[in-house]
């Protein structure tokens, strides 16, 4: 009973379908036929080179990667693969014929050849059927699983709603920000009043990042740009910023408040650990078919890395890519240089109309 419990559902899948491939055969073959031992020597026979050929399938499917390219892909190689292993399961049906020795007349009715044509036009229906079955699996099983991850976006982001708003804006940046407000009332009202809309913009798409799973680049841009404008008030000439931002990814679509947490951990970890501050440079550009978001920062990793890589903010990135993204997409931290630290994301392309 153990040894059946580790069989897999894939192999009781094929064990339970060649064996009623079997069965049937046998059943018409008894009813309007008169079998032979050599016949269900041979049927066995052929049966068990089909579960082997169509594992191989199976595993060529998986090298290929069949299932993960689009779906008019996916239906030509549907076709080619039947094809291909048609001939295959064909010719050792041919080939077990001759050795069980069963219907020798067919073989002197037929040629090679056209021997060869009956078996894999016989053998290509089971292989379609086989396929069918494989595909209609894994695309109602993926449908499932891009639900379940749906769901599951969802309840991460109302469970984690009040963590998340924390871990979006730091409360000490709030305080910095306001104190440098306050500071500037009398001296310079209009930059006062500046910094007061900015700060409302910032607190404004904390409160909507959990009502979006997406947001344009620029809107994104547009944020992080207020916040490194409160954070100039407080470092003054000890932070410098550099934007290399490619006008073809504005458009594109990225998770709200990510591109402002990664800035934030920038300057918490970086420019306000260094005497003299230093640089943040945000990149965006597409590399690959693939869009992607850079936060370089003065500083280093060393000691605190470990703490930097477990903290909320990392950790509600990388949940957050890989449930938009089914795995598709990457974050990762390092050093560059000795001197600068790179947070990069790369996400797939959308594609805008």
Known sequence: ????????????????????????????????????????????????????????????????????????????????????????????????DRLAEYNPERLQKFSKAQRLFLSSFNAMWLILFWNMLYYMYHYTERNRRQQLDTLRLEAMVKSLELQTIKSHINPHFIFNALNSIRALVDENPERAR???????????????????????????????????????????????????????????????MMLQTLVENAIKHGISKQINGGLIRIISDYRE?????????????????????????????????????????QFEIHEINGSMVESKITMPVSNIL
């Open 1 to 96: 009973m153990e040894m059946l419990k580790n069989i897999s559902r894939y192999w009781w899948c094929q064990i339970i379908g060649w064996s009623i491939n079997i069965a049937i055969s046998i059943f018409f073959v008894t009813t309007f036929g008169d079998p032979v031992s050599a016949y269900f020597k041979s049927l066995v026979a052929t049966c068990i080179a089909g579960v082997i050929i169509t594992h191989i399938m199976r595993m060529v499917i998986h090298y290929l990667k069949v299932m993960e390219k689009p779906l008019k892909n996916q239906l030509f190689y549907l076709i080619i693969l039947t094809f291909i292993f048609s001939v295959f399961l064909g010719s050792a049906s041919e080939f077990l």
């Open 194 to 256: 500046t910094a007061i809309t900015e700060l409302s913009n910032i607190l404004r798409s904390s409160m909507q990042a959990e009502k979006m799973e997406t947001v344009p680049l620029k809107q994104e841009l547009d944020i992080v740009t207020d916040y490194l404008a409160l954070e100039q008030m407080r470092f003054e000439e000890r932070l410098q910023v550099e934007m290399d931002i490619d006008e073809d990814t504005l458009n594109q679509p990225i998770p709200p």
């Open 289 to 329: 078919n693939h869009h992607e978001l850079i936060v370089q920062n003065s500083g280093k990793l060393n000691g605190y890395a470990t703490a930097r890589e477990n903290g909320f903010g990392i950790k509600s990135t990388q949940d957050r890519l890989n449930l938009l993204y089914q795995g598709k997409a």
